[in-house]
């Protein structure tokens, strides 16, 4: 896969509170990942980026919710979302060290 793709394909973490504790209690990380994004693509974009190994990943589409602004109302975009399970003894700092 071409490193250009690997970027599209991984998009960003998704920090929340339930991604959080899904890291720490099963070694799980979610990413936004882009919406026509297959599961081994995935789990190949993030062994390559990350240089970890991938155990299992599972996808959600999320619907875009829609939005007011006085008279108009629009609608963001529909996005998808991976949960990513690593092996036993990898891990994915995003925080860099920080404590």
Known sequence: ????????????????????????????????VAV?????????AVEQLFDVKVRDVRTV???GKRKRF????GKRP????????LEEGNEIDFLGGAE
Do not use: C
């Open 61 to 63: 589409k999320m619907k």
């Open 70 to 73: 006085g008279r108009l109302e």
């Open 78 to 85: 529909d996005w998808k979302k991976a949960y990513v399970t």
């Open 1 to 32: 896969m071409r490193i250009e793709r690997l970027y599209e394909v991984v998009r960003a973490p998704h920090i929340s509170e339930k991604s959080t504790l899904a890291a720490e209690e099963r070694n799980e990380v979610v990413f936004k």
């Open 36 to 44: 026509d994004a297959r599961k081994a693509e995935i789990r190949q």
